[in-house]
């Protein structure tokens, strides 16, 4: 098959206003969700009061043990029988973010397990309240510690979008898949929708090993 460089600059401009901007939308809502869902989740489960700390690790692990497209399925189709209705692209966030919120939470929670057992017992020592010991002492540090792990989930975000294509979201590979069967031409569209993946997923890459090696010195 012969690459048609005439359509790849026709499809060009649509993969990227159309497509890619709604791959960005649901990666990036999707992440801040996971993040910020993720903090909260660690610290409860974290809690002293067992009716607090169990419950949701229970259901952290069972939204980690199950697989991203059921959980989107069940949002989508499942939940509007209930009363709960939303748009596909607004499932497809809060989808992506619940679930790696499951995943973020671990990674917070050995943040903390790292903080030198030091600090804390200087905040004891400087008779510092137990919310302001977490705010200004602990929570810092361990966000530092986590944000190597959490810029791959960032990554590990962006390559799963595709999978909102399951509750109708129009991604780059969705709006790819749709130009070709338009043509029955899947090679122009497919490739440079799987070229934006790379042109965005490497750089993050890199810049994800960068802060790694300077956390570490």
């Known amino acids: 098959m012969i690459w048609d460089w005439d359509w790849t600059l026709e499809?060009?401009?649509?993969?990227?206003?159309?497509?890619?901007l709604v791959t960005l939308q649901a990666t990036l809502g999707g992440a801040v969700l996971a993040f910020v869902l993720g903090l909260f989740v660690a610290l409860l489960r974290r809690s002293r009061r067992p009716y607090i700390s169990r419950p949701v690790g229970a259901i952290s692990e069972f939204i980690r043990g199950t697989p991203l497209l059921v959980q989107l399925f069940v949002l989508y189709y499942v939940m509007p029988d209930f009363g709960v209705r939303m748009t596909a692209l607004t499932t497809g966030i809060i989808g992506l973010g619940v679930h790696y919120a499951s995943y973020t939470s671990e990674v917070y929670r050995a943040g903390i397990d790292g903080v030198p057992k030091g600090q804390w017992e200087a905040a004891i020592a400087l008779n510092l309240p137990r919310r302001w010991t977490w705010i200004g002492v602990i929570l810092p540090q361990a966000v530092r510690r986590s944000l190597p792990a959490l810029g791959n989930y960032l990554v590990a975000i962006f390559k799963e979008s595709p999978q909102l294509s399951v509750i109708t979201v129009v991604d780059v590979i969705g709006l790819a898949r749709e130009l070709g069967s338009e043509r029955f031409r899947y090679l122009e569209p497919m490739t440079v929708a799987g070229l934006f993946f790379l042109l965005i997923?490497?750089?993050?890459?890199?810049?994800?090993?960068?802060?790694?090696?300077?956390?570490?010195?």
């Open 201 to 217: 997923a490497i750089p993050a890459s890199i810049l994800i090993r960068r802060m790694e090696r300077r956390l570490d010195t």
């Open 11 to 20: 499809i060009l401009p649509g993969l990227l206003t159309q497509g890619l």
